[in-house]
């Protein structure tokens, strides 16, 4: 066990495929926005699903996103990707990522996305639920 495991050890697991590079042949920069994505989305289903809160009308928009790239991933290499949280707000949330390449291992990219809790009916932002605030506090840095 690695120490990226013991500190994210619900790790979202990511092949990285031949159609996630570019022609500089390495991962294009995207493609770890949809890595984020993913690596979110198997967080809130695991933790706090997704389809319960749509069945509410609430549910997270992502508002920000942003991406460091320290060093290029190439296929073949199976991706961790750990997720923590901060800046715990009324409405928001923020959601930073590491991902570690389990061929150089080491993380190559970290990243963070802004998430606002939205009310689908009313067309607009709204309190996070308390059960999601606890959730989000125990992922906090």
């Not at 493609?31 to 994505?37: G, L, S």
Request: net charge negative; aromatic share 12%; hydrophobic share 35%.
């Amino acid at each position: 066990m690695t120490a990226f495991t013991e500190r994210y050890p619900d790790a979202c697991s990511i092949k990285v495929t031949w159609g996630d590079m570019d022609a500089l042949q390495h991962v294009n920069n995207v493609a770890y926005f949809r890595y984020f994505e993913d690596a979110r989305i198997e967080f809130f289903n695991r933790e706090y699903p997704l389809t319960e809160m749509y069945k509410r009308g609430i549910g997270p928009v992502i508002s920000e996103n942003h991406a460091s790239y320290r060093r290029p991933v190439v296929y073949p290499d199976t991706l961790l990707v750990g997720i923590s949280s901060s800046d715990i707000g009324e409405d928001r949330f923020m959601l930073h990522y590491e991902v570690f390449s389990t061929q150089q291992q080491c993380v190559t990219t970290s990243g963070s996305s802004v998430a606002v809790m939205f009310d689908f009916n009313q067309g607009k932002k709204t309190a996070l639920p308390a059960d999601l605030r606890a959730i989000l506090q125990r992922l906090h840095q």
